[in-house]
């Protein structure tokens, strides 16, 4: 009887042994993969993993998110069109191609698709897919469920709206429909001693007589313009020009022996130049002319340097839409619109969560639920202060005002003004110690003001550890005209082209520092 009972307790061990190694084991304690949107299960299958990533076969996973797929075997590429979204990417390579209304930007995957050499089948990574659509992705481990949620739907749960904008848009994209003539003028002020002694020049003079260091004390470098142009959606052409007393600050901060010919007839130029600027919008081109840029660059005086962006200026970033930068949203129609653009934009950067909490900001900053109304007025505010953090070795504080203005329902202008301010302390980060001393402080204050009758201003202060740095201001006016902003030069002008900002900006440092100028 024991024998009898001892070969039965063997025997199931054996079979529960056998049952835990199977594979019907493995799927019991361990579910299949499956992808969720909207509540539901979508029909693709399989799901693979490898390294650490989940991948579905493309046709199958693009059909059940709505768009059409199709299999190039000779280029090994999967291209993929929802809506006006074009993807394409190829097996094994990690880039990926998005086009959103014509504009083409380049990505590098988490994943690269594979080919499966048994089954032939193509298999795209699910995250990197779902995301260049417009879907957040999640991950829930206990149930092993992939979700997906559009950004509209996000949107829409966050039960945020944007009338008050929108009426600010209307008004804009009403601004816009007639060509607008420009007039304004600027002045900028800068404390030069500030300025370089704060960036570790160290400008002396020596006085022979006594053989003692005699610090001299240089001027502000004061710049006056007026811009006059025309402009509209598609461009603009202005006439700017700029007169300063920079022949008598500058010698005050390079060696004597450095004013050479050369520097002479650029200090002339500072003190008073012109600036000839097209802006063409639909082709992304910029054409600038100006004596002063012409001697820094070593270019003939008819010049016009191209600067080519290599992108239509017409399309605004929707990447940032804090703060000031509201007020370049551009032509659309929606704020909503303008968010579902942005965050799916972000969606191809960065993951889920950094889109949903960018989602709250922008709604904490610009949904109608954020505002307060004040008479006829609607109001926000924003503020931030990380002082209280030790972690930090930079603190900083901001404060902002938005205010949207009408009459009636009448919008009649937006004004904007925002102050923040930086410093650096001693912190547990150098010395283990609580933060201590005070090292260096900086703010900003900015103010601007636009009406409905199309006249603004703007004005810009910046202020270190107690010194005024820089003052910049700006008043301006539209008016309607009948006249065409010029996309280019005139035929048969001399055009240098200039590949990238960058190499521009590396012209103007040598210039600068040939001339014996701190670049």
């Not at 201001?473 to 200039?498: C, H, L, Q």
Request: hydrophobic letters at 35%.
């Amino acid at each position: 009887m024991k024998k009898a009972m001892k070969s039965a307790l063997t025997l199931v061990l054996i079979i529960a042994t056998l049952f835990t190694l199977s594979p019907l084991a493995s799927a019991a304690t361990k579910p299949a993969i499956k992808i969720m949107l909207g509540g539901k299960v979508l029909s693709v299958s399989p799901i693979l993993t490898q390294g650490g990533h989940t991948y579905a076969p493309y046709d199958s996973l693009f059909k059940a998110l709505g768009a059409k797929a199709s299999y190039d075997e000779e280029t090994q590429a999967i291209t993929a069109v929802s809506g006006t979204t074009t993807i394409i990417f190829s097996v094994e390579d990690y880039t990926m191609t998005v086009s959103t209304d014509g504009v083409e930007n380049w990505y590098c995957t988490e994943g690269a698709p594979i080919l499966d050499t048994v089954t032939r089948k193509i298999y795209v990574p699910i995250r990197d897919t779902a995301q260049a659509l417009g879907y957040v992705v999640s991950w829930d481990s206990s149930s092993r469920a992939i979700t997906l949620r559009s950004v509209d739907d996000l949107i829409k749960s966050s039960g945020a709206t944007y009338t008050v904008i929108d009426k600010y848009l209307a008004f804009n994209n009403q601004l816009m429909s007639n060509n607008k003539a420009l007039d304004g003028t600027f002045s900028l002020t800068a404390d030069m001693n500030s300025l370089y002694f704060d960036n570790y020049y160290y400008y002396e003079y020596y006085d022979d007589t006594n053989s003692e260091t005699e610090i001299v004390e240089i001027p502000p470098l004061t710049i006056n313009g007026a811009a006059t142009g025309v402009f509209d959606l598609s461009g603009s052409e202005m006439s700017i020009n700029l007169k300063s007393n920079a022949s008598s600050v500058i010698p005050q901060l390079i060696a004597e022996e450095s004013i050479d010919d050369g520097t002479k007839a650029l200090l002339g130029e500072l003190d008073n130049t012109d600036i000839s600027l097209i802006v063409n919008n639909e082709t992304g081109l910029i054409y600038v002319k100006s004596p002063l840029i012409c001697v820094i660059s070593g270019q003939a005086e008819d010049a016009w340097l191209c600067l080519e962006t290599g992108e239509s200026l017409s399309s605004t970033d929707l990447s940032d839409l804090s703060g000031f930068s509201i007020f370049s949203v551009g032509n659309v129609s929606s704020f909503r619109d303008y968010v579902s653009a942005s965050l799916k934009q972000e969606l191809i950067y960065d993951d889920g969560d950094y889109v949903i909490d960018t989602l709250n900001e922008l709604n904490a900053r610009f949904s109608d639920q954020a505002m307060v109304k004040d008479g006829e007025d609607y109001v926000l505010t924003y503020s931030y202060d990380n002082s209280d953090d030790e972690d930090y070795y930079f603190h900083s504080k901001e404060s902002s005002k938005l205010v949207f203005q009408f009459d009636g329902e009448t919008f009649s202008g937006v004004s904007y003004s925002m102050l923040s301010s930086v410093c650096g302390s001693y912190s547990n980060y150098y010395d283990g110690n609580a933060l201590g001393e005070e090292l260096d402080t900086s703010s900003t204050e900015l103010t601007y003001s636009f009406t409905a009758v199309g006249k603004g201003s703007l004005s810009i202060t910046t202020v270190s550890n107690g010194v005024t740095e820089l003052m910049l201001k700006v008043n301006y006016a539209f008016s309607d005209t009948t006249a065409t902003p010029s996309r280019e030069p005139a035929e048969g002008s001399n055009i240098v082209s200039v590949f990238s900002l960058g190499e521009l900006s590396e012209s103007l440092m040598a210039g600068l520092s040939e001339a014996g100028l701190p670049a």
